[in-house]
């Protein structure tokens, strides 16, 4: 048997840039292991960009993809698997794979498919998201302000969107707006303050890109006209990696609490954040020189209902005032 390792990874954007620092300090432990990451289509390029894994296997969905996917991690002959999801399924797919040693944490009736349950530390359980993943690979924690720069942009995304958007800043100072969030209301900053904060910073010479994914194509599009010929609508037109190099060009991200913040952060550019009724000290940015304006009174709760009117309330309080005084001090 090997000693390759499987890394079974996270579903959403935000939670795989998060499991990065792990990664990345768990290969350096041992720099010649080889690490396969199982991960959904759509998160592969993240993991390409990270450069921290040998090998990248699909997660393919329904019956017959799940057994495709079972064939794949047998043949890739891993010595331990180290499941990052919560879930069934993704414990039960090296454990279909005959990996030797599976460690995950418990819940949702999979422990009998583990062979290591893997236990938080009052550290991981208080502190950063970010610190779990050290667990369950089992090596030392490294703060989520010491991330740095976890993203390397391909040459090709530079050339077919950063080159671009530069020419058409002409020189001018670049800002990112991200207006959407997986989560959606209950992690969206209302629109409206996007439109005011981007005519403030129009009105400043500031030019303003704003980036999503396609399905939060026509909320990006509102922001966009609001904010007016000063603004660049990229949302739904680039692919991750484009978008990376996007954020690269910006010397500030206006973000929510979502995927968009972690990935301007993940290359390097400086975020404001606003968040609601969740808490930055487990979700918020890696690295350092960001800003999180919280709400007053804010719970600080992980988990809030997707369409929760205490969490709307929360981020409409957030005045957009202050989101210029903070993308102005990072410009």
């Not at 990052?84 to 995950?104: I, M, Q, T």
């Not at 302000?145 to 058409?168: F, H, I, K, T, Y």
């Not at 808490?279 to 999180?292: F, L, Q, R």
Request: aromatic share 4%; proline share 6%.
């Amino acid at each position: 048997m090997s000693d390759r390792v499987l890394i079974c990874g996270l579903n959403w954007l935000g939670d795989t840039l998060m499991s990065l620092p792990a990664v990345r300090a768990f290969r350096s432990t041992v720099p010649g292991r080889e690490i396969t990451v199982l991960a959904k289509p759509q998160m592969l390029p993240v993991w390409e960009m990270a450069g921290c894994a040998t090998t990248l296997l699909p997660l393919e969905r329904g019956m017959a993809g799940t057994w495709r996917t079972v064939s794949r991690v047998r043949r890739d002959g891993c010595r331990v698997a180290h499941v990052f999801p919560n879930s069934f399924r993704s414990a039960l797919l090296p454990f279909l794979g005959l990996v030797p040693e599976r460690v995950g944490l418990p819940g949702h009736q999979r422990v009998w498919m583990l062979t290591r349950v893997a236990t938080l530390s009052a550290e991981a359980q208080s502190g950063h998201q970010s610190l779990e993943y050290f667990d369950i690979l089992g090596i030392g924690h490294a703060p989520a302000a010491q991330a740095g720069c976890l993203l390397n942009v391909p040459p090709d995304a530079e050339r077919s969107a950063a080159g671009p958007l530069a020419a058409w800043a002409g020189g001018a100072p670049l800002a990112a707006m991200i207006p959407g969030a997986a989560r959606g209301p209950a992690k969206r900053w209302p629109e409206r303050h996007f439109i005011h904060a981007g005519r403030e910073l129009a009105g400043a010479g500031v030019r303003v890109v704003v980036l999503g994914a396609p399905s939060e194509a026509e909320l990006c599009g509102r922001v966009a006209d609001g904010v007016g010929a000063a603004c660049l609508n990229m949302a739904g037109k680039t692919s991750l990696a484009q978008m990376a190099a996007c954020l690269r060009g910006c010397r500030v991200a206006v973000t929510n609490d979502s995927g968009g913040m972690h990935m301007a952060a993940a290359v390097g550019t400086k975020v404001v954040a606003v968040f609601g009724l969740t808490d930055p000290g487990k979700t918020g940015p890696m690295g350092e020189g960001h800003a999180v304006l919280v709400a007053a009174g804010a719970s600080g709760r992980r988990d809030v209902a997707r369409n929760s009117r205490a969490a709307a309330a929360a981020l409409e309080s957030v005045g957009p005032d202050k989101v210029v005084a903070a993308v102005r001090e990072r410009l």
